[in-house]
RNA sequence: GCCGAAGUGGUGGAAUUGGUAGACGCGCUGCGUUCAGGGCGCAGUGGGCGCAAGCCCGUGUGGGUUCGAGUCCCACCUUCGGCACCA
């Protein structure tokens, strides 16, 4: 299961349904003979634990040892099957040791770099914010203080060299559709193309487009206003407007530049470009819609053709020409299904094959070439916060940035009381000379050790590696242990971690295995999403005020009548609205199958009554199937039925509890346990307990119940033998008074049927 | 705007993948047990008409395919989740 953060509210619902769920799924195994690892571990790194720190003015460091304590006493009494020798959290320096080893793993081979990238930062906390910080352009702390953006060095992982084989390999992975929806949208491979537009000043610029086909109808270029090209191109007279405008955008926060249903602004640089297919000259403009970080960093505008471009032509009155048509369509016309006018040699073709031609026809005078772009970014790890691992890395004046020695690992998180940001301007580590000033690894000299820490998203990344491991302090992960134990067999969690937690890990997997340091590739080939609990329609959330704490129903009901509840909710994959109504039918029950085990202690031995052993079979069949597919909430409803099967048969016999016991004991544990042992075994039901098989021939029904339709329409219901033949079933139902009220007097012209369900007759 | 999921009784949800719609719970009604309440047990519980047998209607809306549609196809409506000036 996805570790938990530790929060200092304690584990809420979610939470344990999402344990539970992979509880019952580890128990189940276990009882079917598979040796089950179930560990757990605390995510306790991040901004969560510094910010709430911050808040109730305590020590991260002092908070995160009492919420994990927490946690472990409700993990305990929930009654997951955990390892909790093997127990691990992220601020222990013997996990961030490694954590830091992987850093350098990457920075050794090319794929961590340094870049400038903008950050969000606030002028009066004089810090660099979180985008989930920025409230509609201002400062969370200060409501009236209007948010920048700032270029500061940080460090990047090179997860894009991967997003090809990020996304191909998703096809053969065995997980929810839904996930390797999200997945497949955030990693957003769009193909297109390149396309060169030469200019006089002897810059050409190159954009990326989707639609090469509407080449024609490209009639000016945009570039982002951060865009290298912008100084060299701008006019003489212009350059005045252009710093005017980089300046302004650079003035606002990174979140509010894309939204998109702002009005367009920009301003004209006052040169020109040629477009290679009409071979028109066409003005230059840049404008904050458009993106350095995708594609080039420059578009060629087609307003006839795109709603952005149509916005920004209306607005600043430049040209439009349409080279599409799609029959009843006004301007822009967006669809791809048209046919192409106004585009000299490619007209009434239509767009998808000509934007291949065109594409071919560009490439021969050098002008284009066919492109894959991502929407995926490169992954920045950089933090300028506290609460992290260090990055381990020394910057030297003479030999630039050089990685920590592996045998000085970890670098030690200092325990510092000032980790509130101030007025300094500089992330807390760095207002700490004693700790930062160093020797430089390489050549001695004096020199500073970086003060950023990393992303929790990289502690999270690699967690299930070290849980076999965790005994080992001179090694991530054992050779041994992880090819017994890993990748991982089934990974349950929610969609909330989708995109970065599964993205990042499935990177970090690729790279170590590229790096030969694991066998596979991927770490979950398994991967099921929980759905989500809500309360009365809506997410749960401090500020809506329904969060459910499950402590008070833990303490009122009990772990296994709670454990069942949510369960019985809804579908695992799909969530439930959590009320209160239902958790009393999980307790009668219960309630039931404890008299049940006391009495089977005491009644005399002998073999089921037949229909008690059918429901039996039939049980097993359905429990099995649904517990495997992790349907558990259909799983309790057949045990509930064999339940009051039993109770109407009056039978309270031991064959029939004990595998009952058994298929409820990944649900309701404790219970099981106990009754497991007044019934006189000396072990656990977890050891000696074994997954009843089931029998198809007992659980075949010797008479089935018959659905007589008369045109398609229900008309009567007939017990008859199971296996009877067509024309058996035919007479019998021509026998009915119900069915010969609308056969009689009429040409049955067709039979339909099914055998041991339906017969049709066709008048 | 794009992607994904879902709309079924008073209510949470079932439905073997085209074959009895409403399993299993909750709630509600009646009866029993009890001085009483709770608990427990038994019976009933989609809507309409009917004394009844029974008949008609019914899975968001409208059309279609089929002997037969909650399930498949087309169009639409609503809700939830994700992404989003991504060119």
Not at 85 to 112: C, I, M, N, V
Not at 148 to 162: G, M
Request: glycine share 8%.
């Amino acid at each position: 299961m996805m570790f938990p953060y530790p929060s200092a509210e304690g584990l809420h619902v979610g939470n344990l349904f999402a344990f539970t769920g992979a509880d019952i799924f580890g128990r189940f195994r276990r009882l079917q003979g598979f040796d089950v690892f179930e560990p757990m571990g605390f995510d306790a790194f991040g901004i969560h634990s510094e910010n709430y720190a911050l808040a109730v003015g305590t020590h991260p460091a002092k908070l995160i040892p009492r919420n994990i304590e927490t946690f472990r006493r409700q993990l305990r009494r929930f009654g997951g099957m955990f390892d909790w020798r093997h127990e691990l959290s992220t601020t222990d320096p013997a996990y961030y040791k490694w954590t830091q080893w992987l850093f350098l793993q990457l920075f050794k081979h090319g794929l961590a770099y340094r870049k400038r990238a903008a950050v969000n930062w606030c002028p009066a906390c004089k810090t660099v914010l979180a985008n989930e910080q920025v409230i509609n352009g201002y400062c969370e702390r200060h409501p009236d203080v209007k948010v920048e953006q700032r270029f500061l060095e940080q460090w990047f992982f090179a997860i894009t060299r991967y997003a090809e084989r990020l996304l191909d390999h998703l096809t053969y992975l065995d997980w929810s559709d839904s996930t390797v929806a999200l997945q497949r949208n955030w990693i957003g491979r769009s193909e297109g193309a390149e396309i060169v537009f030469e200019t006089p000043a002897g810059s050409p610029i190159t954009v990326f487009t989707t639609r090469p086909d509407t080449v024609f109808g490209a009639t000016y270029l945009v570039l982002a206003p951060e865009h290298p090209l912008v100084d060299a191109l701008s006019g003489q007279e212009q350059r005045r407007v252009v710093r005017e405008y980089q300046r302004e955008v650079q003035g606002r926060d990174i979140v509010s530049r894309k939204v998109g249903d702002r009005t367009k602004t920009g301003v004209f640089i006052g040169s020109y470009a040629r477009n290679p297919a009409t071979g028109e000259s066409i003005p230059i403009w840049i404008a904050d819609y458009v993106l350095m970080e995708y594609g080039t960093g420059a578009i060629m505008a087609v307003p006839a053709h795109d709603k952005r471009d149509f916005e920004f032509a209306t607005e600043f009155g430049l040209p439009i020409r349409q080279v599409v048509r799609v029959e009843g369509e006004a301007l822009p016309v967006v669809s791809e299904n048209g046919t192409l006018v106004n585009s000299a040699p490619f007209d009434g073709m239509p767009c998808a094959g000509a934007a291949r031609e065109i594409v071919q026809w560009l490439e021969r005078s050098g002008a284009a070439r066919a492109q894959v772009q991502y929407r995926l970014h490169d992954w920045c790890i950089s933090r300028q916060r506290y609460w992290g691992p260090p990055i381990p890395i020394i910057y030297c004046d003479a030999c630039g940035p050089v990685a920590v020695p592996e045998a000085d690992l970890p670098v030690e998180l200092p325990f510092i009381e000032d980790f509130k940001p101030d007025d300094s301007g500089v992330s807390p580590l760095a207002r700490h000379a004693e700790w930062y000033h160093v020797p430089c690894p390489r050549c001695g000299a004096p020199a500073r050790r970086e003060t950023d820490v990393s992303d929790t998203f990289l502690d999270s990344s690699w967690y299930f590696l070290r849980y076999p491991s965790t005994e080992f302090d001179d090694r991530p992960f054992d050779a041994g242990r992880t090819r017994t134990w890993l990748p991982v067999t089934t990974y349950i969690g929610g969609n909330e971690h989708a995109v970065l937690h599964l993205l990042y890990s499935r990177f970090i997997t690729m790279v170590l295995h590229e790096l030969g340091h694991l066998e596979f590739e991927e770490p979950f080939p398994k991967l099921r999403a929980h759905g989500l609990i809500v309360k009365d329609g809506a997410k749960m959330s401090k500020s809506r005020g329904n969060v459910v704490v499950p402590d008070a129903y833990v303490q009122k009901w009990g772990a296994d009548t709670f454990r069942m509840y949510l369960m019985f909710l809804g579908p695992f994959q799909e969530g439930g609205d959590f009320r209160d109504e239902g958790i009393t039918g999980i307790r009668r029950f219960l309630d039931k199958v404890w008299i049940l085990g006391h009495e089977a202690a005491v009644a005399r031995p002998g073999g089921l009554p037949p229909a008690v052993e059918r429901k039996l079979h039939q049980t097993i069949r359905k429990v099995t199937d649904d517990t495997e597919a992790l349907r558990y909430n259909t799983a309790i409803a057949a045990m509930m039925e064999y339940v009051n099967e039993m109770r109407n048969a009056e039978c309270r016999m031991r064959n029939g509890v004990e595998p009952l016991l058994v298929m409820l004991a990944p649900y309701a544990p404790h219970l099981c346990e106990e009754l497991w042992a007044r019934l006189g075994h000396a072990k656990s039901i977890f050891v000696e307990g074994r997954w009843p098989a089931f029998d198809e021939r007992l659980a075949a029904e010797e008479e089935v119940e018959l659905v007589v339709q008369v045109n398609g329409k229900l008309r009567a219901r007939l017990t008859v033998p199971r296996g009877v033949t067509q024309a058996d079933a035919v007479a019998r139902a021509q026998r009915e008074a119900s069915v010969r009220k609308f056969v009689d007097g009429k040409d049955v012209r067709k039979v339909v049927y099914v055998p041991d369900r339906l017969v049709n007759l066709v008048v």
